[in-house]
């Protein structure tokens, strides 16, 4: 049983018990003087008809005795004459133990000349007296004095109290089972909507409470309830909808995002920050950003913004463990409703790729003048030489063309690598995808270069299994690769030193290893070796006619076709490119 019915229920119980106590009591003084006054009446009126009986009798007669001792017996009375003088002239019937000069005093001083009956009382509360003179031809010859006890009626009064105090606790209990079942009917429906209530301020939106259709106050009280709870729920579901979305937003964007509250305390980071300055939340989360951030420049940026309170945005320069970032920070106040100040919000654009793409185009165009530049100055130097009178000497004339002649395959070779890579790099690039026997363009590629390293003094060996080893590609572009590859191997590797064309077949995977003893890549450069126009050796490489291109090219291809494609290097041991396919399986 809840609190709230139990104090409700003593509340009621008092009121009814001191409604039943006051009711009873009244009743029973009601009852108590009613019967009295009637028992009274009803006294006198006996005295009465006994005064009627003997007032014809001689005073004193047998006669007289005699009526009085039977009228005493039926009566079980006290009855008593007295004369004028105050004597007992007569009794009959019970003794009360009550001093009869007593009644003769009370008689004689206050009733004497009395000509009607009169009470008598005396100082036991448990006797009733009753005078009345009796007279003879008009003479007053003494007093009849009718007394009997009243304890019966004590006892009759006590019968009528146990009646009325019964009658209360049959009546309080009959009210009790009945109040308490329509209390309970009533105070359910509020007990019920406290819970819910309750479980409501706990957060609890799904709790509903019973409602039925009574269509009274508890009725709307459970109704409300429900609907409240309903709205509750309904506006909590759009708040961690939003919440969540927001959230999503915030820790999915690829920008750093900082939040400083009013009092300089950073509440808020999302991954993007974390990951890009690679920082554990603990160290930021509700500290000073003053404290916190490391870096001055945001420190002073943060302070610009709460003391001008307008945006900022800002390109730093910050070094994040060995790497140095470059960052587009744009920062701003947020202020609320009324102009309230809630804080800062700083966004970190990584902007490191896009810096290292501008420099590389500005590299890629410097590198390409500069290619283009060597050949075009020979040609122009040389063919000036010619229309100055050189042509005249043939022999200086066919020397010279000859170099013409070089350049301007060194331009066409430049002009058709950087052609070739423009088309690979292009989105709509497509292979054109076959079956091709791995053993069979290799030895096309052997046979291709093999004079090649023979004029150097280099050994180019071929190593393919016997059974042919097939994969899925595109056959030109596949001899592009491997050329490239094979074509730098014996381009850095000294006389005498040895490059090897091999292919490792496995179940799934087919290997091909272009293993060179040349001079070797210092592990630093091995990233960078991809790049356009890359050099390990500048010299070498240009004055062998090579264009910087070829890896770059040879890079693309290898994704083009979903290979991979691994450098292993010592400097002075030689390098070791792999290029890993899947095997095509019929």
């Avoid at 259709?213 to 109704?223: F, I, R, V």
């Avoid at 900082?258 to 993007?272: C, H, P, Q, V």
């Avoid at 920070?329 to 804080?343: C, D, M, Q, R």
Wanted: charged share 25%.
């Amino acid at each position: 049983m809840s609190k709230f019915r139990s104090k409700l229920l003593l509340a009621f119980t008092a009121l009814i018990i001191t409604v039943l106590l006051g009711f009873g009591f009244i009743l029973g003084q009601l009852f108590q003087s009613f019967y009295f006054i009637n028992y009274e009446k009803q006294f006198k009126k006996e005295a009465e008809l006994i005064k009627l009986v003997i007032e014809n009798e001689k005073i004193g007669s047998t006669e007289m005795k005699h009526k009085m001792e039977e009228m005493s017996e039926k009566l079980n009375s006290l009855l008593l004459f007295m004369d004028m003088d105050g004597n007992i002239v007569f009794k009959t019937g019970p003794s009360f133990h009550q001093s009869y000069e007593r009644l003769s005093e009370l008689i004689l001083t206050n009733h004497r000349n009395a000509k009607e009956g009169f009470r008598l009382d005396l100082d036991q509360a448990d006797l009733l007296f009753y005078g009345i003179p009796i007279f003879q031809q008009d003479e007053r010859k003494g007093f009849l004095v009718f007394g009997t006890s009243i304890k019966y009626f004590e006892a009759m009064n006590k019968e009528i109290w146990f009646f009325i105090i019964g009658s209360l606790i049959a009546a309080l209990t009959i009210i009790l089972i009945f109040g308490t079942r329509i209390m309970k009917q009533y105070t359910k429906p509020i007990e019920s909507a406290t819970e819910v209530a309750m479980e409501l301020a706990k957060g609890n939106y799904k709790a509903r409470t019973y409602e039925n259709s009574s269509g009274d106050e508890t009725s709307m009280l459970s109704k409300s309830i429900n609907i409240l709870a309903r709205n509750l729920q309904d506006m909590t579901r759009t708040q961690e909808l939003h919440q969540e979305r927001l959230q999503t937003l915030i820790e999915n964007m690829g920008s750093g995002l900082l939040f400083i509250d009013e009092r300089g305390y950073i509440s808020l980071m999302n991954k993007a920050f974390k990951e890009i300055f690679q920082i554990n939340q603990e160290d930021y989360l509700y500290k000073s950003y003053q404290e916190a951030i490391a870096y001055k420049e945001i420190i002073q940026m943060v302070e610009e913004i709460f003391l001008t309170e307008s945006n900022i945005r800002k390109h730093i320069m910050l070094p994040v463990n060995i790497e140095r970032k470059h960052f587009e920070v744009y920062g701003a106040p947020i202020i609320g409703k009324s102009e309230v100040w809630k804080g800062v919000v700083l966004v970190f654009h990584d902007i490191t790729e896009l810096k290292k793409l501008e420099q590389i185009r500005k590299d890629f165009v410097a590198n390409v003048s500069h290619e283009l530049k060597t050949p075009i100055t020979s040609i122009k130097g040389f063919s000036e030489t010619l229309l100055d009178g050189a042509m005249k000497d043939e022999q200086t004339l066919h020397f010279f063309l000859s170099i013409i002649l070089k350049e301007s395959e060194r331009m066409q070779s430049l002009i058709q690598d950087l052609l070739d890579l423009s088309k690979i790099e292009q989105q709509g690039f497509q292979l054109e995808l076959r079956k091709c026997n791995v053993n069979e363009f290799l030895k096309e590629i052997h046979h291709l270069l093999d004079r090649k390293a023979k004029e150097k003094n280099i050994d180019f060996i071929l190593d393919v299994p016997d059974e042919p080893v097939f994969i899925e590609g595109d056959p030109h572009r596949l001899k592009q690769i491997f050329i490239n590859l094979a074509s730098n191997g014996i381009m850095y590797t000294p006389a005498g030193g040895k490059v090897t064309l091999s292919v490792k077949a496995g179940h799934d995977e087919v290997a091909i290893s272009v293993q060179d003893t040349g001079i070797g890549i210092r592990e630093e450069e091995i990233p960078r070796i991809f790049e356009r126009f890359y050099r390990v050796d500048k010299a070498r490489s240009r004055n062998s006619g090579g264009t910087g291109l070829g890896l770059a090219i040879v890079k693309h291809l290898v994704e083009a076709h979903q290979a991979n494609l691994t450098v292993k290097s010592t400097v002075g041991v030689g390098t070791t490119f792999t290029v890993t396919f899947q095997r095509y399986n019929e």
